[in-house]
């Protein structure tokens, strides 16, 4: 598995096989693959109904209502604060759309 050049020992090179060139060139696809498994996978979730403490974390929380209470939510290390943060986040991005798609 050598090549000896000019008393230099060198790895001999080796060409890439028809599948692993296959898998390189098909990333978009296997990517695709994933989504479509994982989606598969959550569907039956998605229009699940609110349990626990979620109508208070996410509809009554007045901190994740705006971007500037993230110091104030990560303040209270009890209750959860990346949860918090990224419902913050969300909301953010997202403003009142936000609220819809979580119902």
Do not use: C, W
Not at 3 to 30: A, C, D, S, W
Not at 36 to 45: E, F, K, Q
Not at 74 to 101: C, E, H, K, Q, V
């Amino acid at each position: 598995m050598y090549l000896k050049r000019k008393g230099v020992l060198f790895p001999k090179q080796v060409k890439m096989g028809k599948i692993y060139r296959h898998l390189e060139t098909n990333k978009i696809l296997h990517l695709l693959i994933i989504a479509v498994l994982a989606t598969t996978a959550y569907h039956n979730s998605f229009y699940n109904s609110f349990h626990f403490d979620d109508r208070y974390t996410i509809l009554e929380d007045a901190a994740i209502k705006s971007i500037r209470n993230l110091p104030l939510i990560f303040s209270d290390i009890f209750s959860r604060p990346l949860l918090r943060a990224t419902f913050a986040i969300n909301y953010y991005l997202g403003g009142s759309m936000f609220l819809a798609i979580t119902f």
